[in-house]
């Protein structure tokens, strides 16, 4: 290698030992699986280190076939060796075992899954003896505890588990696994304490976790062991250090760890209520109190009935208490308001029930006591909680443009009630629908027949129109007479025709014209007639005359010999197209 | 033979049909919402469709804590009877449990112009449109006939109603072919930037939540939850009303 490469970078060759390592096959081959134990014997309130080597390859390793320990796993570690370029890899699996019980036991074949295939570990035998004589509290520098307030509570008993470390040398890293709580509803408190404790004059920090278990059935519980592992920093020479070693670098720190012992507890059912009163589910110790916001309203106006439960014990669990109002009132309930505190003695506090009570009708009324029982577990027997009886008057209201008054009977006195907004008391959704049309097929019509539909009418409609136009154009005289002119002037203005036959023309285009005018048919009118015609007809009388006078210039030249040249015919013509234009413009 | 043949299944048919809807009232009133779920669906997927039996469906599935599929079935029934009460009560309660405020809210001033859109069905409103054409070239051809000034402002009336409500179910039309609406299913969904598992994920959605589905592509729905919240999700997520 480079030397000058070398030198500027003083930590290439390991990183090119690394990238080598990496690139250099593993060597391959079947999976070699060890275990092994580093003791064979242990007393109870010890532990013992089971290792899992994987030579060859990799894989995983099932552990939960060991139960006759605890199993706590310290993690995996990876060793990898080169020698004479053939690079070997083992990966470690470590589990600390703590027993449970005295006697001999065998850790199973452990399967370890890899590349498809189960490959087992040996079996191993090790012996729990009795816990071995220990050292007094004050000789050691590491111990855990744990306890529980009252080993015989009642089920819904609140009582309080307390883990305790106690440690005289510096520590670290610590992890607790808490015990299960089987048969208990469980809840950490949130702050943990540390404290100093004084034992057989040796001064330890300690520091407390604390649980508050509500036991949910009764019989004879078994809270398993907390283990908690730790590092702890002990002296070069052996024996665990000083907190001040670690302060002067005098020390390593070893992974440890400890357990506590099992708990058990026995936990007894509550005894069968009294039943005169309803028992309120409460377990703990409470009160009971009412009050009302005022004793004395208007008729129709409101007051707040307070109900409180206060103490120490399930104080959320209470169940709205019933509540008999005096006739004549109408009660509504608020949603119930609980101030609840939780640490190391249990869950406390009070939970306050509000009612609103409206008066609906005037008079002194009282209302009765509310009576509940709980069980008092420093009495060990159920006690009754009782409110005193409350009295309320209702007065005539001052103002009583307000309330509505609802009509009664002559025999009674009105009623008179405030309007109030309708609130939900509950939520559900309304019920299924069960009529029989509910199984019918109720299709929406495809857009081709939707179209389809929409035009039928309109087709229909120009039907319609196109069938009047058409028998009208065949039956209306109107239409028939001015056709009839149109065809002679068309006639009369071909010059090819003789001056006899363009008088005919022009005559018989005149008269089609008056008749269309009047809408009447005909053949043949004199110059008078047809004054009168169009007269009657509602025309003018200077069209009329027009018409008339034309009409005669027409037969004067048709019977009377006239010759005429091809203007005087032109000029002839022009005058008669322009009258009948003017007969047909209405 | 074939005529008997099928009178006999479509009455055999039926007798499913009667008798799943049967079941299915009794699991619900025995709060056995699953199994009323399966039976109810039996009838829809004979192919009836019916929002009396979509609303069932709802409830149901509401009963079962499935909200998500409970406003889906719930929506699907609005499109048959938009006006039904009970479906709107209840539409409104699955609505209150959904978790995600809607944000894409439409244009109050259009819910008012086009207040017939959601007040009545769809067959009303093609029955509207088609009962007004009638009438008014029923009256232009009256008119056309008799010459009637006085037919005049009826024939005006009906083609307005005609021509809005021909309009309104043409827009229905387009909006079943092209506009699709869709609700998420499970409990909680990530929507991401693209199709991969990995793609970036840009927001969550919850059950209930309605969304707009602009383009499907190799299983997945592109969704619009709102202007802003656009993004890709699992086509399995959601169903489509």
């Not at chain 1, 012992?261 to 059912?269: F, G, P, Q, R, Y």
């Not at chain 1, 027997?381 to 409350?390: A, G, H, M, S, V």
């Not at chain 2, 069932?56 to 039904?84: F, H, S, T």
Request: charged share 20%.
């Amino acid at each position: 290698m480079d030397a000058y490469l070398l030198k500027k970078n003083p930590g290439l060759p390991a990183i090119v030992m690394l990238v080598v390592m990496l690139m250099v096959p593993v060597s391959a081959g079947a999976l070699d699986v060890q275990a092994h134990v580093d003791r064979s014997r242990i007393s109870l309130n010890e532990s013992l280190n089971l290792t899992v080597s994987l030579s060859g390859g990799e894989g995983t390793v099932d552990s939960s076939s060991i139960v006759d320990f605890q199993v706590v796993s310290r993690g995996t570690s990876t060793r990898v060796q080169i020698v004479n370029s053939h690079v070997s890899k083992t990966t470690v699996y470590q589990y600390v075992l703590i027993p449970q019980k005295v006697g001999k036991f065998t850790i199973p074949p452990l399967p370890v899954m890899s590349g498809g295939h189960a490959y087992h570990t040996r079996p191993i035998t090790v012996e729990v003896t009795q816990t071995s004589v220990n050292k007094a509290d004050g000789n050691r520098d590491v111990f855990v505890t744990a306890e529980v307030s009252n080993d015989s509570p009642y089920v819904g008993q609140q009582i309080c588990y307390s883990f305790r470390l106690y440690h005289a040398v510096s520590i670290s890293n610590a992890r607790l696994q808490k015990p299960e709580f089987s048969g208990f509803n469980a809840k950490e408190v949130d702050d943990s304490r540390t404290y100093n404790a004084d034992i057989s004059g040796r001064s330890y920090n300690v520091t407390e976790l604390d649980y508050v278990l509500i036991p949910i059935t009764s019989g004879r519980m078994t809270i398993g062991p907390a283990v908690l592992s730790c590092d702890v920093q002990i002296r070069q020479g052996g024996g665990y250090a000083s907190p001040f070693d670690s302060f002067f670098g005098g020390g390593q720190r070893v992974q440890r760890v400890f357990s506590t012992n099992s708990l058990t507890v026995t936990v007894s059912a509550l005894p069968d209520s009294p039943g005169n009163v309803p028992f309120s589910g409460l377990v703990g110790e409470f009160s009971l109190d009412a009050s009302l916001e005022s004793d004395t309203i208007a008729a129709g106006d409101s007051t707040t009935l307070a109900v409180v439960f206060q103490g120490t014990g399930n104080i959320m669990d209470v169940e709205e208490p019933r509540i008999q109002a005096p006739e004549g009132f109408k009660v509504y309930s608020d949603s119930p308001e609980e101030h609840i505190n939780f640490d190391s003695r249990g869950y406390s506090g009070k939970k306050t029930f509000r009612k609103a009570l409206v008066a609906t009708k005037e008079g002194a009324f009282t209302i009765a006591p509310i009576r509940m029982s709980y069980f008092d577990i420093g009495e060990r027997t159920y006690k009754i909680l009782e409110t005193p009886p409350l009295k309320l008057k209702a007065v005539p209201p001052a103002d009583a443009e307000m309330p509505i008054i609802m009509e009664t009977s002559e025999a009674e006195p009105p009623r008179i009630l405030k309007k109030k907004k309708v609130e939900f008391t509950g939520r559900d959704i309304l019920s299924l629908k069960t009529e029989p049309d509910v199984m019918t097929h109720s299709s929406v019509m495809p857009l081709t027949r939707f179209v389809v539909l929409l035009l039928i009418p309109f087709l229909i409609c120009v039907g319609i129109h196109v069938a009047c136009v058409v028998g009208k154009s065949s039956n209306d005289p109107q239409r028939e007479m001015a056709e009839r002119a149109r065809r002679n002037l068309r006639q009369a203005s071909d010059a090819r025709i003789d001056l006899k036959e363009f008088l005919g023309c022009l005559y018989k285009a005149l008269i089609s014209a008056v008749y269309s005018r009047t809408g009447s048919r005909g053949e043949s009118l004199t110059y008078q007639e047809v004054d009168a015609f169009l007269k009657s007809g509602g025309c003018s009388d200077t069209l009329s005359e027009r018409a008339s006078r034309l009409l005669k210039d027409i037969e004067f030249a048709r019977y009377g010999g006239t010759e005429m040249d091809a203007a005087a015919r032109t000029k002839l013509l022009g005058k008669t197209r322009q009258l009948i234009r003017d007969l047909q413009r209405r | 033979m074939v005529l008997l043949t099928v009178l006999c299944s479509s009455a055999a048919r039926a007798g499913e049909v009667s008798h799943a809807f049967v079941d299915g009232i009794k699991f619900y009133n025995e709060k056995q919402y699953a199994l009323a779920v399966a039976e109810f669906k039996k009838i829809a997927n004979a192919g009836i469709r019916n929002g009396k039996l979509f609303y069932n469906i709802a409830n149901a599935y509401l009963k079962d804590g499935d909200i998500g599929n409970a406003v889906l079935w719930y929506q699907r029934a609005l499109r048959y009877m938009p006006e039904d009460p009970d479906l709107n009560f209840n539409l409104q309660y699955a609505r209150s449990l959904v978790k995600d405020q809607p944000e894409d809210r439409q244009n109050p001033i259009l819910q008012i112009l086009f207040f017939w859109k959601d007040m009545f069905s769809r067959t009303a409103i093609q029955w509207i449109a088609l009962v007004s054409n009638l009438l008014f070239w029923g009256l232009t051809a009256l008119k056309r006939i008799y010459r009637s000034g006085a037919l005049k402002l009826p024939a005006v009336a009906a083609l307005i109603v005609m021509i809005v409500f021909t309009l309104t179910s043409l827009y229905q039309f387009y909006e079943e072919k092209y506009v699709k609406f869709a609700v998420v299913l499970p409990a909680k969904v990530s929507i991401r930037s693209g199709l991969t598992p990995d793609s970036t994920e840009l927001f969550v959605l919850h059950s209930g939540s309605k969304v707009r589905v602009d383009k499907q592509q190799s299983g997945h729905c592109r969704i619009r939850f709102s202007d802003e919240k656009i993004g890709w999700i699992d086509a399995d997520d959601i169903g489509l009303i």
